[in-house]
């Protein structure tokens, strides 16, 4: 059973600190999306990649947030520096060409204090 | 992409069918209706998706209006783990059709949180 997996799980550091999120897409799928879920603003898209080119990030904080794709197998989120308001529950997302749903992975829940 | 409105809650009894409904009166020809559920603290779970006709699928059906202007997402018989946030997403398809650059970005609308009752 092919799934997305993402690392860490839970992230708790402090305000300054560099934060990378790895994402493991499913293989075989060559887009890759970065999602951001908080209470108040619900899930929000950050960023997607098709066969590893950055498609859009317009609702990335660009000042901050990064998002690669260093190879076919993984995408990276990295924050630097992380701020309070940075904390959320961070999710990505696989689909293969020609097929419409997306595939999410577990998250990686960050604290930043 | 066209905006979506959802009831922020419904409820229903265990074992009968559950009517999700969606408003989406500014959608476009080529946007397509998604489905997706969360259960709490996991991603998003795709359940279905259609343009115009109506759809079946193991999980459930989605009844979209003539007009296109509404849909309906139909458990059919609901049980108590179907107790999740259920999202309507309307959005162009991913990926266009015969090539091109027109990407579908999925726009989470806050939901409708489905309560079933024993």
């Not at chain 1, 992230?11 to 887009?31: D, W």
């Not at chain 2, 059709?97 to 949180?113: A, H, N, P, V």
């Amino acid at each position: 059973d092919a799934r997305v997996t993402q690392t860490p799980r839970d992230k708790v550091t402090e305000m300054g600190q560099e934060v990378t999120m790895r994402c493991q897409p499913i293989l075989g799928h060559n887009t890759v999306f970065w999602y951001r879920q908080t209470m108040m603003q619900g899930l929000e898209l950050l960023a997607y990649f098709r066969n590893r080119a950055p498609l859009d990030d317009s609702g990335m904080p660009k000042d901050r947030f990064s998002a690669e794709m260093p190879d076919a197998t993984l995408a990276t989120l990295k924050i630097q520096p992380s701020e309070p308001r940075d904390s959320a529950v961070y999710f990505c997302a696989s689909a293969p060409d020609g097929v419409y749903e997306q595939y999410f992975g577990p998250g990686t829940r960050l604290t930043v204090t | 992409d066209a905006k979506t409105t959802q009831p922020p809650s419904m409820d229903c009894a265990e074992g009968r069918a559950a009517n999700l409904p969606c408003n989406h009166s500014t959608i476009s020809g080529n946007e397509y209706v998604y489905w997706y559920r969360q259960i709490h603290s996991q991603g998003p779970q795709y359940i279905i998706h259609g343009l115009k006709n109506n759809e079946t699928n193991e999980m459930a059906s989605l009844i979209i209006t003539e007009d296109r202007k509404s849909s309906t997402l139909i458990l059919p018989h609901a049980t108590l783990r179907d107790t999740v946030v259920y999202y309507c997403i309307v959005t162009r398809p991913y990926p266009k059709k015969g090539g091109g650059t027109s990407y579908g970005k999925l726009t989470f609308g806050q939901g409708t949180i489905l309560t079933v009752h024993p």
